[in-house]
């Protein structure tokens, strides 16, 4: 079956089947899953911010979208995923606080925007997402299959 390797917040990590990745309580945060099909190489990002540029002596770069999905693309890579055959899956990107969608910044539509952006610069095609809406979620990434898991408090579990 593997190990369930659990991604902390502001945190990133690569395995290789049958070892798998979760990470809890995604609010406004996102998880960028990434995976390579054939060598069942697979990375979990736990993004709370879209960019790092906006923040000065920034030293966790899996905090922001635009380093965070760099640095995991890098290390999957480095661990033998091929770069043409790299898919994504992204959940999370909550708008977790009174105010809604209307409040001037909704941090989980950035987030989900700038993980998008960033995937699409490096290459890396998305495959399914769910995102949005306001509760927080806990998601699993199987790299035997590549199934994302997404289970939320109240919701049934779904699998993108």
Do not use: W
Request: net charge positive; glycine share 12%.
């Amino acid at each position: 079956m593997g190990e369930m390797i659990k991604v902390g917040m502001a945190d990133l990590k690569a395995c290789k089947a049958p070892d798998n990745l979760t990470t809890i309580g995604l609010g406004s945060c996102i998880g960028i899953a990434i995976y390579d099909p054939v060598t069942k190489i697979s990375g979990l990002a736990h993004i709370m911010l879209p960019d790092s540029t906006q923040i000065r002596n920034n030293t966790n770069i899996a905090k922001f979208a635009d380093t965070g999905i760099q640095k995991l693309y890098d290390d999957m890579i480095a661990m033998g995923a091929n770069k043409s055959r790299l898919v994504a899956k992204i959940a999370g990107g909550a708008t977790m606080f009174a105010g809604g969608a209307s409040s001037a910044i909704n941090v989980g539509q950035r987030n989900a925007e700038a993980s998008k952006a960033k995937l699409k610069e490096l290459g890396v095609r998305l495959l399914a997402e769910d995102t949005g809406l306001n509760y927080g979620r806990t998601v699993e990434f199987y790299s035997e299959t590549g199934d994302y898991l997404i289970k939320a408090v109240g919701k049934p579990q779904k699998t993108i």
